[in-house]
């Protein structure tokens, strides 16, 4: 059976410190992969996404950026994290193009 | 570019009484919408599916290309009800999806 693991489940960081969040799925080949942030009022912002290994589409400018160096892992960083970065993080991923997408439990992180 | 709008972000009704959440979406080509609820500390899910065109735990949907809509409906509501609801599209290539900002139902008793 199909399964997406997102960790940590929360993240507590000091400004200017480095992020990495990482995804994995497992049970499936070649899926699509995308991050979001959740924020309250806001919805879910869709910051990346990827149809292949090394292939990164990114939706929003910002402090963040995703690698893809395997099939089933998808990894959210930040070289210098900010305060606007904190948030709730939701990972996904798509099987097939005519699949939903299914999410991981999310990471909430707090840059202090 | 793809949009998904949904003009209320919170939606009271009282146990029983009907709802009806909105969702309206713009983009140029033939999309495929999704509605996915979000319950108290559960992680996002899938609701239902407009090619699907099924009914799910009493709500329905239906995708109307006129007036780019694809609002949310169910009869009679349920205190179980109450969660985030989000309206969602992906594009022709099944790539990118976009969600709207979401609103959440509370059912009262």
């Known amino acids: 059976s199909q399964t997406i693991h997102q960790w940590p489940a929360t993240l507590v960081q000091p400004v200017g410190s480095p992020l990495s969040l990482e995804c994995t799925v497992e049970?499936?080949?070649?899926?699509?992969l995308y991050w979001y942030r959740q924020a309250a009022g806001r919805g879910l912002q869709l910051l990346f996404y990827?149809?292949?290994?090394?292939?990164i589409s990114s939706e929003v400018p910002q402090n963040l950026s995703a690698s893809r160096p395997q099939d089933r892992q998808f990894i959210l960083s930040s070289k210098k994290l900010l305060l606007s970065d904190s948030g709730f993080y939701l990972c996904?991923?798509?099987?097939?193009?005519?699949?939903?997408?299914?999410f991981g439990n999310g990471t909430r992180l707090t840059v202090t | 570019a793809q949009r998904v709008t949904q003009p209320e972000k919170l939606l009271s009704v009282f146990k029983g009484a009907p709802v009806e959440l909105k969702c309206n979406y713009s983009?140029?080509?033939?999309?495929?919408l999704f509605w996915y609820v979000q319950y108290s500390r559960q992680r996002l899910q899938l609701l239902l599916r407009?090619?699907s065109r099924e009914s799910i735990k009493g709500f329905t949907a239906d995708l109307n290309k006129g007036e780019t809509s694809f609002h949310l409906k169910k009869p009679f509501a349920q205190e179980e009800d109450s969660a985030m609801y989000y309206c969602?599209?992906?594009?022709?290539?099944?790539?990118?999806?976009?969600f709207g900002p979401g609103t959440r139902l509370s059912v009262l008793p």
């Open positions: 996904a991923y798509r099987d097939t193009r005519n699949s939903p997408l299914h």
């Open positions: 049970g499936t080949s070649n899926p699509n």
């Open positions: 990827s149809v292949g290994i090394g292939q």
């Open positions: 983009y140029s080509g033939s999309p495929e």
């Open positions: 407009h090619i």
């Open positions: 969602a599209l992906v594009d022709n290539y099944g790539q990118n999806f976009v």
